[in-house]
């Protein structure tokens, strides 16, 4: 079936350190990869998406890249700080047409001061 | 605006005892998404409306899992006969427009946290 793998499941960093979170996806018709921030016991929040037709997206000190071949995506964070912190979800809208997301197990990110 | 609203936060319920959950999307939403947390995990996806019509319920673990949008709006996630592996982050989430025009961010409620003792 339709699976996101996401690597790592924890990251330590260093305040103003970058950081860089990354899955891959096994259905290859999927064309929409969302990622959310979730800070504990609150709601997933999207930071940035992006769709099959371009290969990078940033947002200010938030980035993602997109290959499409290895079908593989990854997040990057320049310039952390310590609001950084909180679990990030990859995922993957799937060939079904209706949009539902396959997510990834996430990564606990932590940035130190 | 108003985001996407669930009650309640928090449910104990008995093994055994029925349990409803409540989502209010953003008003004109016309998708609306259920998708399970287990502790630690990401969400799992259990079912689609697409305004009153369910179009997958593909991710219900079991029959003892329902949920209904009857007037394309507020859902109702209802869970019969709770087993203590029901324990989780029940999250609502809705986007814009329908799918398969274009992919739209999905806007996803605080989720209820049900607990099977």
């Known amino acids: 079936g339709e699976n996101v793998e996401q690597h790592p499941s924890t990251l330590s960093v260093q305040e103003g350190d970058s950081a860089v979170i990354k899955c891959t996806y096994s259905d290859s018709a999927s064309n929409y990869f969302p990622w959310y921030k979730q800070e504990l016991g609150k709601r997933p929040q999207l930071i940035i998406d992006i769709r099959s037709n371009v290969g990078e997206k940033k947002d200010q000190r938030i980035a993602v890249t997109l290959n499409k071949t290895a079908k593989h995506f990854s997040l990057h964070i320049t310039e952390t700080q310590p609001e950084d912190s909180a679990v990030y979800f990859c995922?993957?809208?799937?060939?079904?047409?209706?949009?539902?997301?396959?997510f990834g197990q996430g990564t606990t990110l932590q940035v130190k001061p | 605006g108003a985001g996407v609203s669930q009650s309640p936060r928090y449910k104990v319920a008995k093994r055994g005892q029925d349990v409803a959950l409540r989502c209010d999307p953003i008003s004109g939403h016309v998708s609306l998404f259920w998708y399970q947390q287990a502790l630690g995990q990401g969400p799992e996806f259990l079912t689609y409306?697409?305004?009153?019509?369910?179009?997958?319920k593909s991710g219900l673990p079991s029959d003892r899992f329902f949920a209904e949008r009857p007037e394309g709006s507020v859902s109702t996630l209802k869970i019969q006969r709770t087993q203590q592996e029901d324990s989780a982050v029940y999250l609502c989430?809705?986007?814009?427009?329908?799918?398969?025009?274009?992919?739209?961010?999905?806007?996803f409620g605080p989720g209820t946290r049900l607990t099977v003792l």
């Open positions: 989430a809705s986007s814009l427009r329908r799918t398969g025009v274009s992919y739209n961010e999905q806007f």
């Open positions: 409306f697409q305004n009153e019509a369910q179009l997958d």
């Open positions: 995922a993957a809208a799937g060939s079904s047409n209706t949009g539902k997301l396959i």
